[in-house]
């Protein structure tokens, strides 16, 4: 079973992003739609989230 996590920045509406370590990303309103990324495209992902 997965763990997803939600951002302390999260709004207090619900609007967001959870990730899953080793798995992806998925939107809280629709939880069982998953985005897969595999560990070249986390790393990529994480790079861009940095840079902003």
């Known amino acids: 079973m997965t763990r997803w996590r939600k951002s302390s920045y999260s ?9 899953g370590r080793g798995v992806g990303v998925r939107d ?3 939880p069982s739609v998953e985005l897969p990324l595999s560990d070249g495209q986390w790393a990529s992902l994480l790079r861009l989230v940095k840079a902003v």
């Open 28 to 30: 809280s309103k629709s």
């Open 11 to 19: 709004a207090s509406d619900g609007n967001c992003v959870e990730v």
